[in-house]
């Protein structure tokens, strides 16, 4: 038997035991097919049920309207960082909200196709807050407002939605997707990149209110990066990421099975709360975000010792805490745990982190 680890990394991350034992039992045979998923006609009766089947369990998760459309498109995240201002940028204008590198990354990529604008920014203080997003001077001409909702890599979160005056809200959920339930409504556009919560790299949910969805694109935007010809093909243009899907798909009949998202933001809930109490009762550890704004998924701690962060993550890795290591571009430690991280491997960090303490 193999050891599992707990693995703290922000993406690829955790998926739920129970998904891949089912996965790796239909490997070969997926349910009396004689093959595996990975080798079936996307075009087949067997593939459209998973994919319908995914796309249901979803729609009932996240209590989606009819009116949006749900895609399972490619190219991860990053893909939508051209593919909303492509399909979205009517006037060609954007206003961004930059509150760390996926947002600038985001703006940066909007700026290609028109004027992009950044209506707030949090750059001041190394992303390490939301900026107050009550009364900002949205253009009056802006196709939409951006934001990144969870920031994966500095462990903040918009709490609030920002008051977009009525102009269309596009985020990227990413790193905040299914971890709790959220108001689809209030959204004009919203994408998950999946690996981070839901499955395996590459495959973006896309979730588009109907009207958004038109012919009308920038010139020069390639079928493949049509939002209609993926919604009026229902996801099956071409090939799409079907191995992908299919855990996706497990994924989320897993978080059905264990009471929906009300029932996943109370259990995210209490792991976030068992770190940060720690870290605010801790003389070594603390974490660098203001308080009203920390992410549930991402929680960030440093020591304030370079080599002594260094230690620490080496010593967690020798002890089965795996990828704790800071993002390159803020260094410190991040633990990641999404919905697949349980609750006995926050309390055995936890646990590690009260002895390290006690030990330097
Ligand atoms: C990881 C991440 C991305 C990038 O995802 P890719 O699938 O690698 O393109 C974008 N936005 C957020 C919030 C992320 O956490």
Redesign the pocket.
Known sequence: MSKRVYNFS??PAMLPEEVLREAAEEMLDYRGCGMSVMEMSHRSKVYDRIIKEAEADLRELLGVPANYKVLFLQ?????QFAMVPMNLMKNRVADHIVTGQ?AKKAYQEAKLYGKANVLASSEDRTYSYIPDCSDLPVSPDADYVYI?E???IYGTKFKTLPDTKGKTLVA?V??CFLSEPMDVTRYGLLFA?V??NVGP??V?VVIVREDLVTEDVLPGTPTMFKYKIHADNESLYNTPPAYGIYICGKVFKHLLGRGGLPAMKEYNEKKAAKLYDFLDGSKLFSNPVEPRDRSMMNVTFVTGDEELDARFVKEATANGFENLKGHRSVGGMRASIYNAMPMEGVEALVEFMRRFEGSV
């Open positions: 922000a993406g190219g991860g995240a990053s893909s996926w990144c969870n920031n994966t990227d990413s790193s990149g690996q981070k790299a590459g973006v």
